[in-house]
């Protein structure tokens, strides 16, 4: 896997509000996508995953949207709560099981 | 899902020791692990991929004398940071993958600190 140590962007929503997480991924031979939520203190976990031949998958209360022409991937968080506020970081896997993390995006739920 | 371990969770040392890092896959054989550090509001920073029974590959910038990595088996890597000194100071984090389904799993992470 690769990734880039740079500082996070920052995204803040009210609670209740859906939040929509974005990432662009590089590689138009990755064919898996996955979401992970990092909390303070914390490692990573898995969220949601997507493969290529999906556009949509819906998990509780998140749903990946992938847009292959663009390169583009998203997260949307429905009803965000304060548990949701975290590190969001998605991740592309080509075939060869090769991961490249995108830099993540930061999320306060501001009660 | 599959579960990953850390021990230590915190660490706090003198300059110039060494300190030794586990890595566990508790339900699942990993054919191979990841090490990150990652600092404070930045994403993960690859340092070194780990295959079991061979030597781990090391990103640019990453002495691999300074990190020593181990994978002694399909469920244990070791990390051991090598006369730490404060800049090593970080948040450690392993994961592994499993070839089954093609995830990484993420352990809870290690905190060390370097006075």
């Known amino acids: 896997g690769e990734s880039v140590g740079l500082h996070l962007p920052t995204l803040s929503v009210q609670e209740g509000d859906n939040s929509i997480i974005n990432c662009a991924y590089s590689?138009?031979?990755?064919?898996?996508f996955i979401w992970y939520k990092q909390e303070s203190g914390k490692g990573p976990q898995f969220i949601i995953d997507i493969r290529s031949n999906m556009d949509k998958r819906q998990g509780q209360r998140v749903t990946v949207l992938l847009n292959k022409t663009v390169k583009h991937l998203s997260l949307q968080i429905a009803a965000t709560q304060p548990g949701d506020s975290a590190v969001y970081f998605c991740a592309e896997i080509t075939a060869g099981n090769q991961f490249y993390f995108g830099t993540g995006t930061s999320l306060t739920v501001i009660p | 899902g599959a579960v990953v371990s850390q021990h230590p969770s915190w660490v706090i040392c003198k300059s110039g020791t060494s300190v030794k890092i586990e890595c566990r896959s508790l339900d699942f054989q990993a054919t191979t692990m990841f090490w990150y550090r990652q600092f404070p509001k930045q994403s993960l920073m690859l340092m070194a991929t780990s295959n079991e029974g061979s030597k781990a590959t090391y990103e640019q910038g990453v002495e691999k004398d300074k990190f020593l990595i181990n994978h002694a088996s399909l469920t244990l890597s070791t990390l051991t940071v090598t006369s730490a000194h404060p800049e090593d100071s970080s948040f450690y984090i392993c994961s592994a993958f499993t070839s089954a389904q093609e995830t990484q799993y993420f352990g809870p992470g290690t905190r060390l600190l370097v006075l």
């Open positions: 590689n138009s031979a990755s064919d898996y």
